[in-house]
T-cell receptor, first 114, second 111 residues
């Protein structure tokens, strides 16, 4: 049981390049989330998927798109990377929205945009 | 969701209890208090949560004041591995559970 896995662990992009961050969970959770964390800051929610087939914007969605590929996988895409998107990206999952159940986080993807 | 206020940093001697305070004076009756920690830029790790009553698990204890306007996370016997940033979050367990992270308390446990 690996929990929440993220790929890649590190990535360097040039301004304007695109990339997709991958996230998968093996806990049969329904809800999945993408956060970003800038240096010295707390995490901020980018997008979330309350259940398979649904996605919604979080606090900072601009410049990102997401795809809930199936129940296990939730990807985050940067269509045209900007230096302001340099950050650490965390994926999380939880059994259901709206319950006391906690969120479980992946190890993060460190992204540098030059 | 209610806003939380935490001290920026705290120190604790190894083996002693670490008491981390959190103010959430605008908390609503249906909002839970959650604590997470983040060790050296790893993904946040759930510690404990509560609504009204004090809670204890294998990691920590959570003491919530009677008026629910503040709480304290207690690590009973801090170790060097407990050095981390600790986040206090209040959330309503309805609809989508978006967690709003503040900047947390950086706990440094020293030998």
């Amino acid at each position: 049981n690996a929990g929440v896995t993220q790929n890649p662990k590190f990535q360097v992009l040039k301004t304007g390049q695109s990339m997709t961050l991958q996230c998968a969970q093996d806990m049969n959770h329904n809800s999945m989330y993408w956060y970003r964390q800038d240096p010295g800051m707390g995490l901020r929610l980018i997008y979330y998927s309350a259940s398979e087939g649904t996605t919604d914007k979080g606090e900072v969605p601009n410049g990102y798109n997401v795809s809930r590929l199936n129940k296990r996988e939730f990807s985050l895409r940067l269509e045209s990377a900007a230096p302001s998107q340099t950050s650490v990206y965390f994926c999380a999952s939880s059994p259901w929205p709206g319950t006391e159940e906690t969120q479980y986080f992946g190890p993060g993807t460190r992204l540098l945009v030059l | 969701d209610a806003k939380t206020t935490q001290p920026t940093s705290m120190d604790c001697a190894e083996g002693r209890a670490a008491n981390l305070p959190c103010n959430h004076s605008t908390i609503s009756g249906n909002e839970y208090v959650y604590w997470y920690r983040q060790i050296h830029s790893q993904g946040p790790q759930y510690i404990i949560h509560g609504l009204k009553n004090n809670e204890t698990n294998e990691m920590a204890s959570l003491i919530i004041t009677e008026d629910r306007k503040s709480s304290t996370l207690i690590l009973p016997h801090a170790t060097l591995r407990d050095t981390a940033v600790y986040y206090c979050i209040v959330r309503v367990a309805i609809n989508t559970d978006k967690l709003i992270f503040g900047t947390g308390t950086r706990l440094q446990v020293f030998p």
